[in-house]
């Protein structure tokens, strides 16, 4: 399958970075996808101020334009994550299109980023925003896959989940920071592929965003062995990438991790005895 992954410079309000993804749209190829996938808080800077101002409803201008884009290239889309307001609360939810434009699935993020930084300043978006508490599997023509964002990486035992129910690959609209993602964003994708032997997929606003919180960027494409297929830098840009799903049955069989393994939860604890 076809994967166009987006990273793009965010803008300050929803209205600009409708019209700037207009823009950065034209100058991609105009080749057929099967899936295309946005950033995390695509069209709002990450800081809770936006998140508020920027906030959108089920039928918001950020659901109406992706519908727009889906059915413009017939494509799957994921469509990054967006503020969305669902009664007196706020989710950092990814809203999931089919070809035809319809939603047909949402995944509201379960656990939410919470960081202090090395100059002790702190940020929670559990400040404003509330969890969700489900998984977001889309059934395709090319098999299942599934979606996490950012924060959600960092917990195996979600990805687990994910696998177990039958997904080949995940795709993770996320927005580490120039503090985390030096450190740990290649290190996590890749681990979670090894682990479950699957693709995971990530796209990153770029450094170059508007506001005080500076995105990683480096949006990227690690396949079930955990080789990194392709990988942008920090500046606004795009991956267009065949994603060949035999290869998860073929990492599975030559390196048989999940045939091989064992219930922990069953496992007696030996404890040191003192002689």
Request: aromatic share 12%; with cysteine; hydrophobic share 35%.
């Amino acid at each position: 399958m076809k994967v166009l992954v987006i990273q793009n410079d965010v803008q300050e309000t929803v209205e600009k970075n409708l019209r700037h993804m207009d823009t950065l749209m034209s100058k991609i190829p105009k080749d057929s996808f099967d899936f295309i996938l946005f950033p995390e808080m695509f069209t709002s800077p990450y800081e809770h101020q936006y998140f508020k101002l920027n906030s959108q409803t089920a039928d918001g201008q950020v659901i109406q334009y992706l519908k727009k884009i889906a059915k413009q290239y017939h494509s799957y889309v994921i469509g990054g994550s967006v503020p969305e307001k669902d009664g007196d609360k706020i989710y950092n939810s990814a809203f999931v299109f089919n070809p035809q434009g319809h939603v047909i699935n949402k995944y509201q993020k379960i656990h939410l980023f919470s960081i202090t930084y090395p100059n002790g300043v702190t940020f929670k978006e559990s400040d404003l925003l509330s969890s969700g508490n489900q998984l977001s599997i889309i059934e395709t023509p090319y098999g299942k896959v599934g979606i996490i964002i950012c924060f959600d990486i960092r917990f195996p035992e979600l990805i687990k989940k994910y696998r177990e129910a039958g997904c080949q690959c995940l795709f993770v609209p996320a927005a580490f920071n120039t503090y985390t993602g030096p450190l740990h964003w290649r290190t996590t994708f890749r681990a979670r592929a090894i682990d479950n032997q699957i693709y995971m997929i990530g796209s990153s606003p770029s450094r170059q965003s508007f506001g005080s919180y500076e995105p990683y960027g480096h949006s990227l494409v690690v396949d079930p062995f955990g080789k990194v297929i392709k990988e942008l830098d920090d500046k606004e840009g795009y991956i267009i990438v065949d994603v060949d799903l035999s290869r998860v049955n073929d990492a599975r069989q030559r390196i048989p991790i999940i045939k091989n393994e064992v219930n922990l939860s069953d496992m007696l604890i030996n404890h040191e005895v003192d002689q």
